[in-house]
């Protein structure tokens, strides 16, 4: 229980500093077991369109096996333009995490050619 209790305090950690907009810990039938970031109709929808990608995605692993070794999938990363979507499946549960990229493109607000880099 110890080691649970540590797992979902870094969780809720990671939502405070690094840019973790939401989190949700549910089976492969898109049940959330447990989550922050996301309530109601929006976390089941999160939740049925996660289950749904992890079952293409294990349909897709098959595919790529041999016949005598299937390959497994561990992690999933998908970027958007806004977000970053990163799922953790296992054969009962995924773990699910969305965040923001984290890079902001800055403007040189000022006239000069100086491109930052030795400033």
Known sequence: ????????????SMG?????????????????????????EEGIRIAALMSRLADKIDDFA????????????QTIRLR????????????EYLLVGIQEPGYVVQENKDDDESDGFFD
């Open 80 to 91: 958007t333009m806004k977000d970053e979507i990163i799922m953790c499946p296992s054969k």
């Open 62 to 73: 098959t595919m790529l096996g041999t016949e005598n070794q299937t390959e497994e999938i």
């Open 16 to 40: 405070r500093t690094d840019g973790l907009k939401l989190w949700m810990i549910m089976n492969r039938e898109g049940v959330i077991i447990q989550s922050s970031g996301t309530e109601g």
């Open 1 to 12: 229980m110890g080691d649970e209790v540590n797992y979902l305090d870094q969780l809720k």
